[in-house]
């Protein structure tokens, strides 16, 4: 199999409020290509999720079991349950062609980043702090303690975007949608990504090498 046939990872976080799991759904409504990578979790089931569509509910000892056999691209704990993104399913789909996106959080992108060097890191931001803290208000489910703590570690968050490859500021859902089908399409043309494609294209066109 070609190098270039080989999907993207592409990797989105930002701190709470930025609009990450609408900018996901509205992607994956739009590009064929796009697989949504499901974490596996120990906490219990909430109403109305489904096994490997919402999640992959593990025991806590299935869990630590797949962190020995060093299962996950990331793993965490937290409150009490444990997070991670299952390998075998990221590589499975890379391999077959599909783009696979991770929605995490930026310590799991830290840690995917580590490993996956080739993946594409995009920090989503909101258009201002303003803007965040009127949608962590929004939710309505805060206190106000718990609101200036999340406003908090928001403002904090965002000195992590120098980590990534890309920042892609949330003013419409549908332009940040735009950006990001932008920076995959980019991607897919740099050349370290498909020199050997170009090399080894015998048969066909390179058009036909590359966009296929």
Same mark, same amino acid.
């Given at each position: 199999m070609h190098?270039?046939?080989r999907g993207i990872l592409i990797v989105l976080s930002g701190p709470s409020g930025a609009g990450k799991g609408t900018i996901?759904?509205?992607?994956?409504?739009?590009c064929d290509n796009l697989y949504l990578s499901v974490s596996a979790t120990t906490r219990n089931p909430r109403e109305g999720e489904v096994e490997g569509v919402n999640y992959y509910f593990l025991t806590k000892d299935e869990f630590r079991e797949k962190v020995a056999q060093n299962d996950f691209l990331e793993h965490a704990e937290v409150y009490g349950n444990y997070y991670g993104t299952p390998k075998s399913k990221v590589e499975e789909m890379l391999d077959s062609g599909k783009d696979?996106?991770?929605e995490i959080d930026i310590q799991g992108a830290l840690k995917v980043k580590e490993k996956a060097t080739d993946g594409v890191f995009i920090f989503i931001l909101p258009p201002s702090m303003e803007e965040l803290k009127a949608r962590i208000i929004k939710r309505g489910s805060e206190t106000e303690e +718990?609101?200036?703590t999340r406003f908090k570690s928001a403002y904090q968050e965002i000195n992590y975007v120098s980590k990534y490859n890309y920042a892609v500021v949330n003013d419409t859902v549908c332009e940040a949608v735009k950006k990001i089908e932008g920076i995959l399409l980019a991607e897919k043309c740099r050349v370290d990504r498909i020199k050997? +494609?170009?090399l080894e294209s015998k048969e066909g066109t390179i058009h036909e090498q590359l966009y296929d």
């Open positions: 190098n270039h046939k996901c759904k509205e992607l994956l409504k739009q696979v996106i991770l +718990s609101l200036m050997e +494609s170009i």
